[in-house]
């Protein structure tokens, strides 16, 4: 599988932005899908996950009640919609997937990353 991300870009504080991740697999629905960040100088942090099966999708305290994770199947496309965005939330965004759900909580060594997109929020 390959992830290709698009959506980032510059926002004001309070505002909105969705990223999108393009998989080329047949059926996303059968991976897990995750977003993560990094700042310079901090460590990758995971942000949402959304598992295989029917669970609900996780999503770190930080960003809770304002991100929201979800999936196109018709398209392969997975989302990070963000609102009411904070300066906090600047950072390089990853999506990742994989066939197991630890492929998303972590980096497993099979997880798939896509190349990141830099969302900053002033």
Do not use: H
């Not at 047949?26 to 991976?31: E, Q």
């Not at 305290?61 to 398209?75: L, P, Q």
Request: charged share 20%.
């Amino acid at each position: 599988v390959q992830l290709v991300e698009s959506g980032g870009g510059s926002v004001q504080a309070g505002g909105s932005m969705r990223l999108s991740c393009a998989a080329s697999v047949y059926d996303l629905s059968t991976y897990c899908l995750g977003w993560f960040r990094q700042s310079p100088g901090e460590e990758r942090e995971r942000v949402a996950i959304g598992y295989t099966g029917a669970s609900s999708p996780v999503y770190s305290d930080s960003v809770k009640d304002r991100f929201t994770i979800s999936m196109d199947k018709s398209k392969n496309i997975f989302y990070l919609r963000m609102n009411n965005l904070k300066a906090e939330d600047t950072a390089m965004y990853y999506c990742a997937s994989g066939l197991s759900d630890i492929d998303c909580y972590m980096d497993s060594g099979k997880t798939v990353w896509g190349q990141g997109t830099q969302v900053t929020v002033s």
